[in-house]
């Protein structure tokens, strides 16, 4: 029983479950709930993102476009093509899926900082795409989406949105940490550490790649397309190259490799702008000191940082 | 008909030619060794065989069928699997996971299943663990198996490789000097897993230093030498072989006379 | 033909720029295998305290030196308090640690400076050159003279001085050069020395012409990046043709496109190269070893 709850997928499942209960409950106003809901559609993007740069070792910082594509596609699929705003998400992700799949394979030829230009230049691309397009996406000033109706019901509350988010996020985890633990998460752990042995043991490195490569692309646009529901309101700058980046150190803060760490990565970096602008002028030389502190001192992350030190007190 | 057969087979880096029109024939399920002093290639044919280089002329040909150029993957597909000389392990694994890794053709379930971790792939999992935990047996690192990798010693290293290397089933594996590092009892160990592997019928291709090793246990000796073929035979052929001694086992003396 | 070679001009000018903001890169990465982000910052502090030390009194030539031998300052600093601590870290773990900084600088320069854009004024007047129908400012001359005489200059250092071909002996094999006496810690501190002092160069010489502020480093930076990517990383010649590569294909995507999609010319150009040649124009293509 209790080895059935140190698993990931069960144990870890049932505590985000609880922790989600237990914001929902202390939160003393809706501002904190915001705050939550960003969080958890940062970590669905920082879920997929984990499994192609902490599982497959493959750089991106580009995965802002996915979301501001699938950011967008909930905002102009209604407006321009008719779609209605509880398919355009699905839409969104299935389109955002096949881009992903037609760039993944000379893109992932790359290594190393030769892909982490690649995808920034994507990221890039994306980004300016939506910037000057402005007769279908409203340019810089970026433009109003359509509110979710399911069954006529308009879909706007912050309390259905945590609803949404918190299913969302849970679904994805899980979705996640199966894949981790198949012959598919197998096989990119297996490339990560040794591209060569895992070729020769017939693993087909370049599909595998491109696996996680769209995987995380179309968590990533759905993630956007969520938020723009939720906000009611898309600017280009969700695509941009700083929400890449951001989205990197989230992964990497949280430790890399760690799905459940990754949440924990999302969750500091959203909320710590939030806690840093009572320093008003002095926000970003400090959320810089603490980016460099946690990456010089817990390089691994914080996730594997705190159960090592648990391990440590139970051991002695 | 021979199991592998490399014609003309050349590589070139920037000038340098590392295998020069080498050309042999390997007959199924016999143990086939490949020697010749640092330098003489043999690592880089393994990696012509293999699919990991492509050769600059020549053509490697597997159960009669051409192959040259194919990548690895498609390689292991023919059932082809081998180890590494500077090991190429999953550190970042743990023992078991290395070795289930190395059955990954031996698994059949698709993404989809994966994805919503469908019973199939439960039961899947269990089968390679199983058969993975069998192999790790049969090296001597069952205690291992739930042992990241990165963490075992490097005897244990070459074991947990052609454990690996076997999972997969081979019908032909290629050993990179599989004893290399090991104490004689390892090397002995190494010496009877290789003679069992190959009484199941498995081809065995050997790259090897250890002269005790490869004389003992070799049905066909290839000797190299500057890329090229030196000679070519039985362990008694190549052993009188004079050029043979010239070249390698003279060395070799040298080599064992600076030593003492 | 006045237009292409008015394009051509300006293309050469900023490309000036990123090349240096580029040999930036590389001298770090060789020294260290550090892609350093804080690249941009330089430059941008070399602007930004010309700008404020002559507004508090220096005259501009003494302004131009201090802040210089500040921002050098700042990259020693860097390399001490952020990069040698975190030596052995994984290569996506320090590109985060040099973004921090990044963070960081840009937030000091906020507060230290403040949030407005800054001009100085051209060194030698604004009088434009006419060549060939096309016109060439004064300042432009200056960015394309200075970008020449620091690749000049390290060129030499590099090539012709022992302490130059001992730092490029470190890029090459650093258990090797620590065998044969070379003091790596020192050429470690000397490239991130160099490093800045080249890029707080170039943002001096370029302030009169775009303007700095407190957020400039960023796209420079990211610029500089994909023209040492373009031209192969770690390698200095590749550092300066990628360079002016991407200031020409901006330029002329601006004169003949669109300026929106200026910069969208130079990326896709990049991800054309690399889908050709994965390591750059003059990247190292070596056989993988097993």
Not at chain 1, 52 to 60: F, K, P, T
Not at chain 1, 188 to 214: E, N
Not at chain 2, 38 to 56: C, E, R, S, V, W
Not at chain 3, 147 to 174: D, E
Request: charged share 15%; proline share 4%; glycine share 10%.
């Amino acid at each position: 029983m209790s080895a059935w709850l140190m698993q990931p997928r069960t144990g870890g499942l049932l505590l985000l479950a609880a922790v989600m209960v237990a914001i929902y409950l202390a939160a003393p106003n809706n501002f904190y709930l915001d705050v939550a809901i960003q969080i958890g559609l940062n970590a669905m993007v920082v879920v997929g993102l984990n499994l192609l740069i902490g599982y497959a070792g493959q750089i991106s910082l580009g995965h802002a476009g996915f979301f501001g594509l699938g950011a967008y596609a909930s905002a102009v699929l209604p407006v321009h093509l008719g779609v209605p705003p509880l398919a355009a998400p699905f839409v969104g992700m299935l389109v955002v899926g096949l881009l992903a799949f037609l760039v993944a394979r000379p893109v992932l030829r790359l290594k190393g900082h030769y892909l982490a230009m690649a995808t920034l230049g994507l990221g890039l691309l994306v980004f300016m795409l939506l910037t000057n397009e402005s007769q279908f996406t409203g340019g810089p000033d970026g433009m109003a989406v359509e509110r979710l109706r399911i069954f006529g019901e308009r879909i706007s509350g912050k309390d259905w949105w945590y609803l949404i988010t918190c299913v969302m996020l849970l679904l994805s985890v899980w979705l996640t940490l199966n894949l981790i633990d198949s012959p598919t998460g197998r096989a990119l752990r297996a490339l990560h550490d040794s591209q060569i042995a895992a070729q020769v043991a017939g693993v087909d490195v370049a599909r595998f790649k491109v696996i996680a490569f769209v995987y995380s692309a179309m968590l990533a646009s759905l993630a956007g397309s969520m938020s723009a529901l939720y906000s009611g309101f898309v600017t280009p700058d969700k695509a941009g190259f700083l929400h890449s980046i951001e989205l990197v150190i989230m992964v990497v803060l949280g430790g890399m490799g760690s799905t459940f760490g990754g949440i924990i990565g999302a969750a500091v970096l959203t909320s710590l702008p939030q806690f840093l602008t009572v320093f008003a002028e002095y926000e970003h030389m400090i959320l810089g000191a603490i980016l460099m502190a946690v990456m010089i001192f817990l390089r691994r992350g914080l996730l594997p940082a705190i159960l090592d030190a648990l391990r440590r007190r139970r051991l002695s | 008909m021979s199991h592998l057969k490399v014609e003309g087979l050349s590589i070139d880096f920037g000038g340098l030619r590392a295998v020069d029109k080498l050309s042999f024939e390997i007959a199924p399920g016999t143990i086939h060794s490949i020697i010749g002093p640092n330098g003489a290639g043999k690592t880089t044919l393994f990696n012509l065989i293999t699919g990991i280089y492509a050769p600059t002329e020549g053509r490697v040909l597997l159960d009669g069928e051409e192959v040259t150029g194919l990548p690895p993957h498609h390689l292991a597909r023919r059932g082809m699997c081998r180890t590494f000389q500077n090991l190429q392990i999953f550190d970042r694994m743990t023992a078991a996971e290395n070795v289930m890794l190395g059955r990954h053709l031996q698994e059949t379930t698709g993404f989809f299943s994966h994805l919503f971790r469908l019973p199939a792939v439960v039961a899947e999992n269990a089968r390679t663990r199983e058969r993975a935990v069998q192999l790790l047996d049969h090296v001597g690192l069952a205690e291992q198996a739930d042992t990241p990798a990165g963490s075992l010693p490097y005897g244990a290293l070459k074991r947990l490789e052609i454990a690996r290397a076997l999972a997969g089933e081979p019908k032909m594996l290629l050993l990179d000097e599989p004893a290399a590092g090991c104490n004689a009892v390892e090397t002995q160990e190494i010496d009877a897993l290789i003679q069992s592997v190959a009484e199941g019928g498995v081809t065995v291709v050997l790259v090897e230093h250890d002269m005790h090793l490869v004389m003992n246990i070799s049905n066909h000796i290839l000797v190299l030498d500057y890329g090229k073929k030196l000679a070519e035979g039985t362990a008694e052929q190549v052993r009188r072989n004079p050029d043979v001694v010239a070249a390698y086992l003279g060395q070799q003396a040298d080599a064992e006379a600076a030593h003492a | 033909m006045e237009t292409f070679l008015q394009f051509l001009f300006s293309g050469l000018t900023v490309g000036a720029v990123y090349a240096i903001v580029a040999l930036g890169f590389t001298i770090i990465y060789n020294a260290s295998d550090v892609i350093n982000f804080a690249q941009g910052e330089f430059v941008m502090l070399g602007g930004m305290c010309t700008v404020f030390f002559s507004l508090w009194g220096l005259p501009l030539p003494v302004a131009a030196v201090a802040a210089v031998i500040v921002t050098s300052l700042i990259g020693v600093a860097l390399n001490k308090l952020a990069i040698e601590p975190a030596r052995g870290a994984n290569v996506v773990t320090l590109i985060i640690i040099t973004i921090g900084a990044s963070i960081f600088l840009r937030g000091l320069a906020q507060v230290v400076f403040d949030k407005q854009f800054h001009r100085l004024p051209s060194f030698s007047g604004d009088a434009p050159i006419d060549v060939l129908g096309a016109t060439l400012t004064p300042q432009s001359l200056w960015v394309m003279g200075g970008a020449a005489v620091i690749v000049v200059v390290l060129w030499y250092f590099f090539t012709r001085t022992t302490f130059g071909k001992s730092i490029l002996a470190t890029s090459h094999n650093r258990l090797a050069a620590r065998l044969v006496g070379i003091n790596v810690e020192l050429v470690l501190l000397t490239s991130f020395a160099l490093s800045a002092a080249i890029g707080a160069l170039a943002g001096i010489l370029v302030t009169p012409i775009t303007l700095t502020s407190f957020d400039a480093g960023t796209m420079l930076a990211l610029k500089g990046f994909a023209a040492a990517i373009l031209g192969g990383m770690g390698n200095p010649l590749g550092a300066v043709v990628g360079g002016l590569l991407v200031g020409i294909a901006e330029a002329m995507g601006a004169g003949y496109l669109s300026s929106e999609y200026k910069d969208a010319v130079a990326f896709v150009i990049i991800l054309g190269v690399l889908f050709v040649l994965p390591s750059g124009l003059f990247g190292r293509r070596g056989t993988e070893r097993v």
